[in-house]
């Protein structure tokens, strides 16, 4: 049965499978736990090294100057992505196409990372961080805070987000004029 996790202040899905923290792939099993496994099964802290490697990556993440291929390329090949469900990469070099043509001028910036576990049977990573953000089209412009959830795969060798959600946090609507 389908249910929901807080993680640092943001609902995300839980579904068979899942671990406290992260989702078990398809075609895997869940991992078993046994007398001799004291693994925590809610995930495990990360060390200083992948703290700076997902900070690291994050700040490319947010990055308004990639293209969108780019930022398509930052996405497994099949990623949970948003409210749209499960994608591929194609579906989401669209949405961002359609994104920037809507926001021509652009601006993200980590303001922190809130919360930060290790998958123990993994390379995946699940990581909640909040960004401030500053999107504007013509005169319109719109500025505020954003928290996400996302896991990320090989943070060590070629990083991937598997999975992500957004909470706006707070909206404030100007104009430039």
């Given at each position: 049965?389908?249910?929901?996790?807080?993680?640092?202040?943001?609902?995300?899905?839980?579904?068979p499978g899942?671990?406290?923290?992260?989702?078990?792939?398809?075609?895997q099993e869940q991992p078993a736990g046994d007398?001799?496994?004291d693994t925590p099964r809610d995930g495990m802290p990360v060390t200083a090294d992948t703290e700076r490697?997902?900070?690291?990556?994050?700040?490319r993440f947010v990055d308004a100057d990639k293209t969108?291929?780019?930022q398509a390329e930052m996405?497994?090949?099949?990623?949970?992505?948003y409210e749209h469900g499960y994608v591929g990469r194609?579906?989401?070099?669209?949405?961002?196409?359609?994104?920037?043509?809507h926001w021509p001028t652009r601006h993200y910036e980590v303001d922190r990372i809130d919360f930060m576990s290790a998958d123990p049977h993994s390379d995946r990573i699940f990581v909640s961080y909040t960004i401030d953000f500053e999107v504007a089209r013509g005169a319109q412009i719109v500025r505020g805070k954003a928290s996400y959830g996302a896991v990320i795969r090989d943070i060590?060798?070629?990083?991937?987000?598997?999975?992500i959600k957004e909470k706006v946090q707070a909206r404030r609507s100007g104009s430039n004029e």
């Open positions: 049965m389908a249910g929901w996790i807080l993680a640092a202040a943001l609902l995300l899905p839980v579904s899942w671990t406290a923290a992260l989702p078990v792939p398809a075609g007398e001799e496994d490697k997902i900070r690291s990556f994050l700040d969108p291929e780019e996405f497994t090949e099949r990623a949970e992505y194609d579906d989401i070099l669209r949405d961002v196409e359609r994104y920037v043509r060590a060798g070629d990083p991937k987000v598997e999975s």
